[in-house]
């Protein structure tokens, strides 16, 4: 689906501290305007990744599609700050939330991550999946709790985009696996891991471009040594 | 040893990031002219905790102990502005080094905290171990890399000691396994995080003070819960 006229358009920076995107300018452009339409043959999708945009757009999104299996759903300051209610609706109404650390303190109007992210919870999804960067990941659940550390990385190339390819990898692992369970959704929260801890290698896709299924299961063994005790 | 005088003190503030402790004042008082003498009876200690004080205190600790099986080591900011030398000195006398990832990247000069503790490791310990407070710890060691989330806490109470609870939690656990392996020197480090994750809970060492053997084994329990995958 592509219209006419400019496309979305974030401008921002990283200092120092890698973990910490900067906005400059977020220019909607032909999201303005814009109204999703879900062609036929992907409405009976099994996993539906609901990337950041718009929330009202995203609900365009959810409508459309007829019964998901899991509905994985991501965000940003923008929308937490300029379409609060709309997001919360959303949020009502997925599955799994993904989001950073700073945006889930700030949806959630708490400064402690593990409050914050019960009190995500209870906003509507059954899991809440916390990224923080350099730090690694959260996962909360309703009685059950996950936590993995980053891949230890000597140098950051470019954070931008990490969130997306951790989404891509958790639901891209899950959609293989025969069920979900407790097991093979902290293996996805892995594969996320896996995945982002490769696109942050190089700028832009290049080195997801590049990637195999070795690469992508050598490290998921790596994860499993420097975490096993 | 108890010497006439007023006692080291250190005056800071916790701000909402509690990883993040602002020293406001540090009076050496008694330590400016301190000669620590160790009693016979502690010189065949196996197991040696270099706290953090003066590095050349720490030499002066070390040059008294005949032949321990292994020396841990802290610091703090404050000695690596104003002993840098002697910490150096003491650094490569010892066989862990101990420290928070802020002074980790201070000592080495370094931003990176894994490129950080690979300077560290050439400075002479064979491991290093950085703590990130809610962020848990990394240990780095030639040819081998651990980490470990935090304990997920709501509250922290007072992280003060956080770092001095781990040593003692991380040092008495392997001061009682027959022998120092890859495996029991990770347990250690998770042992230390189980007594960091109480200290914090409660003003000064009221937590510790009560703590029981079953209250340890069920944290770590509860860590291996939280971590596998």
Chains 1, 2 share one sequence.
């Not at 200092?15 to 303005?32: P, R, S």
């Not at 991550?113 to 990224?131: D, N, Q």
Request: aromatic share 12%; glycine share 8%; hydrophobic share 40%.
């Amino acid at each position: 689906q592509v219209v006419p006229g400019r496309t979305f358009r974030w401008r921002g920076y990283y200092d120092y501290d890698l973990n910490d995107a900067h906005t400059l300018e977020t220019q909607l452009n032909v999201f303005e305007d814009f109204r999703p339409a879900i062609p036929e043959e992907y409405r009976d999708s099994e996993f539906v990744f609901l990337a950041n945009i718009d929330p009202v757009l995203q609900s365009m999104v959810l409508d459309q599609v007829r019964s998901p299996r899991l509905v994985l759903c991501d965000t940003m300051n923008y929308w937490i700050e300029n379409r609060r209610d709309a997001l919360l609706e959303t949020v009502s109404r997925v599955d799994y939330l993904l989001l950073n650390d700073a945006e889930a303190r700030q949806l959630a109007g708490e400064p402690n991550l593990i409050a914050a992210g019960r009190k995500l919870l209870e906003m509507g999804p059954s899991r809440v999946i916390i990224k923080k960067g350099e730090h690694g990941v959260i996962m909360l659940g309703e009685g059950t709790f996950f936590s993995l550390p980053a891949y230890p990385l000597e140098s950051v190339f470019d954070p931008t985009g990490a969130g997306d390819s951790f989404g891509g990898g958790f639901l891209g692992f899950l959609s293989r696996e025969p069920e979900m369970t407790e097991e093979s959704i902290r293996r996805a929260v892995v594969y996320g891991s896996v995945t982002a801890s490769f696109a942050v290698e190089d700028f832009s896709c290049r080195r997801l471009g590049a990637l195999t299924r070795e690469d992508i299961e050598a490290r998921f063994r790596e994860f499993m040594e420097i975490t096993c005790f």
